[in-house]
């Protein structure tokens, strides 16, 4: 089992930053791809940012290209998403999610149903 833990949320005005953290626990944090999801009210949740098990590739939704940034510090068991130039349709409850690869993997995992272990979830609200 994997505990995931999202923070860093809140509300910040259009054109503001965040950065999010997920600290995770119970199994070696370097095993894992990790990824950044959201899911606005009444649309469905999606990919936000996905960073690979090893190589630190990195992928990202197209509507966060150029403005996010995921990074992660295995040292830490962590991962980071850093959010700029934030708009209004970035209001949603951000989640962080664990994939464990059957072999090392260099690869973004982008779909939902890959991930193994989520976390709770932590609210950004942005203001216009």
């Known amino acids: 089992q994997v505990q995931l833990v999202e923070s860093g949320g809140g509300l910040v005005q259009a054109g503001g930053s965040l950065r999010l953290s997920c600290a995770a626990s119970?199994?070696?944090?370097?095993?894992?791809?990790m990824g950044w999801f959201r899911q606005a009210p009444g649309k469905e949740r999606e990919f936000v940012a996905g960073?690979?098990?090893?190589?630190?590739?990195?992928n990202y939704g197209d509507s966060v290209k150029g403005r996010f940034t995921i990074s992660r510090d295995n040292a830490k068991s962590a991962v980071y998403l850093q959010m700029n130039s934030l708009r209004s349709e970035d209001t949603a409850v951000y989640y962080c999610a664990a994939h464990l690869p059957t072999a090392y993997s260099v690869v973004v995992v982008t779909t939902i149903n890959e991930y193994d272990y989520w976390g709770q979830g932590t609210q950004v609200t942005v203001s216009s």
């Open positions: 960073i690979s098990q090893i190589g630190g590739n990195t």
């Open positions: 119970g199994r070696p944090f370097s095993r894992f791809g």
